[in-house]
């Protein structure tokens, strides 16, 4: 099942330049999915071609890590988040508005053997493989593949801390 | 059966090469020294490397953190546990 930017920013609080991803492709809730990103320059990501090694209109390492961290962040939360429609609680007016509150927060805590084999260019669509491989305790780790028009260009696992239910953030 | 001193000696190795311990020695980890904190000080973050080890290597789950602080109490009660839940497998 696929979920639009739409369905993303009820569940996570990332808003653009940083929300890196606009569709997930759910394989199943909880266990795994494919985010989504087209590196278009024509909306607020594009200041990064513009401003990360111009030369090469590339996304940065980094931010394709944050890019599958967000797609894992959606796959943990998100079906019970949109079944229990908390996305609109935020809606009091200014930056915020429409940001999920009162819902548990992941925080990333291990960055696991990551390597590049290529870049994500303008142009490109990223897709962010991620699969839950374990989770203890609060600690939910994932592996993640990241590939640009449809080449692998990225592997390596992601382990998140994931707030207890009614933990605040 | 595996001999006890075997399977110690086995999650030794598990333990540093899962967990990268660079400077540890399997001579090192005393067999009833705590795995956390102030024994081996092992984290959160390695009790869950140890989670993925343990099922990778033996097929042992362990399903919580309940669980987990009973297994991970020493080397000894690791190796009860895992002798254990193997003869459980078998």
């Known amino acids: 099942m696929r979920f639009t930017a739409e369905d993303i920013v009820k569940v996570i609080p990332h808003r653009p330049p940083f929300l890196l991803i606009d569709s997930v492709e759910i394989i199943e809730f909880g266990k795994g999915g494919v985010g989504q990103k087209g590196l278009v320059k024509d909306d607020s990501f594009g200041d990064f071609f513009d401003t990360y090694l111009p030369s090469k209109r590339i996304m940065p390492r980094p931010m394709i890590i944050e890019a599958a961290a967000q797609t894992a962040a959606f796959v943990v939360a998100g079906e019970r988040l949109l079944k229990e429609g908390r996305g609109n609680e935020g809606d009091a007016g200014g930056p915020a508005a429409g940001v999920p509150v009162g819902v548990p927060v992941g925080y990333l805590v291990k960055i696991g053997d990551f390597s590049f ?6 142009g490109d669509t990223l897709r962010l493989n991620v699969v839950l491989d374990n989770v203890f305790g609060a600690l939910h780790k994932f592996s993640v593949v990241a590939e640009a028009g ?5 592997r390596g696992s992601l382990t998140f801390s994931v707030e207890r239910a009614g933990g605040g953030g | 059966m595996e001999d006890r001193n075997e399977l110690i000696s086995r999650l030794k190795t598990l333990i540093i090469e ?4 660079e400077d540890i020695e399997p001579s090192d980890i005393g067999e009833d020294e705590p795995l956390f904190g102030n024994g081996l000080g092992l984290d959160s973050i390695d009790a869950l490397e140890l989670v993925v080890a343990l099922e990778k290597e033996f097929g042992i789950i362990i399903p919580d953190e309940e669980v987990g602080k009973e297994a991970f109490a020493s080397l000894n009660a690791l190796t009860d546990f895992v002798q254990r839940e193997k003869k459980d497998l078998s």
Do not use: F, N
Request: net charge negative.
């Open chain 1, 117 to 122: 084999s290529g870049d994500a260019v303008e």
């Open chain 1, 150 to 154: 449809g080449v692998e260009i990225a």
């Open chain 2, 18 to 21: 899962s967990l990268q311990l």
